[in-house]
T-cell receptor
Framework: AQSVAQPEDQVNVAEGNPLTVKCTYS??????LFWYVQYPNRGLQFLLK??????LVKGSYGFEAEFNKSQTSFHLKKPSALVSDSALYFC????????????FGAGTRLFVKA | GAVVSQHPSWVICKSGTSVKIECRSL??????MFWYRQFPKQSLMLMAT?????????EQGVEKDKFLINHASLTLSTLTVTSAHPEDSSFYIC????????????????FGPGTRLTVT
């Protein structure tokens, strides 16, 4: 069975500092990994995905994530945080066994202080 | 880019009535759509997978007679909450899988903006 863990309910970071939002996963086959962002009372916005290839994936708004197979992790990073990055971030996973069911982590709320 | 719309964006209804929420893929065809439910400050919980022309597949614990899903065309899926109760109040989000293969889009699912349902 697939599962996703986001160990931090909340991450606080000062504007201009680097940020990391953690995610670990478990799947039966090879993972397809995704990061989404959600602003209050809005749907999900796609940030980036890992399907195959380079372990470092670059996405929207300056975000990137690194796939680490040995640690089964897919942490979201940004070199310099902006106040406008404050939102709820979800990590999600799907496996390559043919199904298309995507499982979401519990979410991590990011607060960026000016 | 691929766009998924939901209608209505918010709805208030009285207990005991039924509410229909529409999910449309605007610029692509979607054989598969998904319905999620999100409680305040919580993650998205997959309710069901909707396949065009066939019955929906419901996740464990989701009452299929209460949450009726119809996927009548490649661009439209509907979720009807029957005999709604206050505990059904939630944020409902649909997503759609792009049927096309161009540019790797088939790996992605696109999310609608969500529908906030309040049952009084």
């Amino acid at each position: 069975a697939q599962s996703v863990a986001q160990p931090e309910d909340q991450v606080n970071v000062a504007e201009g500092n680097p940020l990391t939002v953690k995610c670990t996963y478990s799947v039966s086959g090879n993972p397809y990994l995704f990061w989404y962002v959600q602003y209050p009372n809005r749907g999900l916005q796609f940030l980036l995905k890992y399907i195959t290839g380079d372990n470092l994936v670059k996405g929207s708004y300056g975000f990137e994530a690194e796939f680490n197979k040995s640690q089964t992790s897919f942490h979201l990073k940004k070199p310099s945080a902006l106040v406008s990055d404050s939102a709820l971030y979800f990590c999600a996973v799907r496996d390559d066994t043919g199904g298309f069911k995507t499982i979401f982590g519990a979410g991590t709320r990011l607060f960026v202080k000016a | 880019g691929a766009v998924v719309s939901q209608h209505p964006s918010w709805v208030i209804c009285k207990s005991g009535t039924s509410v229909k929420i529409e999910c449309r893929s605007l610029d692509f065809q979607a054989t598969t759509m998904f319905w999620y439910r999100q409680f305040p400050k919580q993650s998205l919980m997959l309710m069901a997978t909707s396949n065009e022309g066939s019955k929906a597949t419901y996740e464990q614990g989701v009452e299929k007679d209460k949450f009726l899903i119809n996927h009548a065309s490649l661009t439209l899926s509907t979720l009807t909450v029957t005999s709604a109760h206050p505990e059904d109040s939630s944020f409902y989000i649909c997503s759609a899988r792009d049927l096309g293969l161009a540019g790797g889009r088939s790996y992605e699912q696109y999310f609608g903006p969500g529908t906030r349902l309040t049952v009084t």
